[in-house]
């Protein structure tokens, strides 16, 4: 079974910091990632997919890196916001059609 | 509307109901999923439709059936469910061509069952 762990479970930031979630996966032959925003109650926002060709991808305040060969990637969100609390979700693809999905970082940047 | 949609949004149903949950995607992608997301564990794909033909079904349980009419819409039909089929019940869509393309995800439905 291929796990996806994502370290902290849970993370509290004052605004402005910058910060780093972390998604490790158990096998490398990952054929895309992708990082996903979702609010409480509601559905997932895509964020970043990143091809096992790619090492990186930016969207605005957004970066997430890829590292196949140590099975991680990191999510680094810039000058964040209160804005940014919600639970941030990592997702591998191998074959198929299945998404593996990691629980999540929840995520509070306080004011 | 845009982007994906699902209806209801929120729904109570006893054990003996039957219901149904329903998806559509205005997005012109030809590959929809639904995924269970419980409390504490990672969201799980339950089915999955490309080009209209069931593709995957992940071990699921008879109660849940789903249909596919057309590439835009995408049907959960309920009965009989149990107290922990209590969850949010998630609809996606992509291109078709596997996992390779983004998926794009409704707002989900909240289901109870008492």
């Known amino acids: 079974k291929q796990e996806v762990t994502q370290i902290p479970a849970a993370l509290s930031v004052p605004e402005g910091e910058n910060l780093v979630l972390n998604c490790s996966f158990t096998?490398?032959?990952?054929?895309?990632l992708q990082w996903f925003r979702q609010d409480p109650g509601k559905g997932l926002t895509s964020l970043l997919l990143i091809q096992s060709s790619q090492r990186e991808q930016t969207s605005g305040r957004l970066n997430a890196s890829l590292d196949k060969s140590s099975g991680r990637s990191t999510l680094y969100i810039a000058a964040s916001q209160p804005g940014d609390s919600a639970t941030y979700l990592c997702?591998?693809?191998?074959?198929?059609?299945?998404?593996?999905f990691g629980k999540g970082t929840s995520l509070l940047v306080t004011p | 509307e845009t982007g994906v949609t699902q209806t209801p949004r929120h729904l109570v149903m006893g054990m003996t109901n039957k219901k149904s949950l329903k998806c559509e995607q205005h997005?012109?992608?030809?590959?929809m999923y639904w995924y269970k997301q419980s409390a504490k564990k990672p969201l799980e794909l339950m089915f999955v439709y490309s080009l209209e033909e069931r593709v995957e079904n992940n071990s699921v349980p008879s109660r849940f059936s789903p249909e596919c009419p057309n590439s835009s819409h995408l049907f959960l039909h309920l009965h009989t469910l149990q107290p922990e089929d209590s969850a949010l019940y998630l609809c996606a869509s992509s291109q078709a061509g596997q996992g390779r393309y983004e998926q794009y995800f409704g707002p989900g439905t909240r289901l109870t069952v008492t």
């Open positions: 997702a591998v693809f191998y074959s198929g059609y299945a998404l593996n």
């Open positions: 997005l012109g992608h030809n590959a």
């Open positions: 096998d490398s032959a990952i054929y895309n």
